[in-house]
């Protein structure tokens, strides 16, 4: 998959490694949100969700992120 999509060998928002990003994923990414890192209440995200779920890497699992998820739903891995 493209570089951009994968992170230590898993592909971003697939957390049961299965091929595909489905609403089994996006029950884990309901368990992950966090919201923004700014945001008086925030707590930061597990590291095993940050590494399935925070697209652009900065630490929470947000609205960005959920945009990117939620863009990559349905679409299984090249030949995976």
Known sequence: CPESRCRE????????????????DGRAFQECFSGVKEAPAYVAPPSECSIHFDFDDDGDVDLFDYKEFEGGMGNPIAGG
């Open 9 to 24: 060998g898993c592909l971003i928002g697939d957390e049961d490694s299965d091929g595909d990003i489905d609403m089994l």
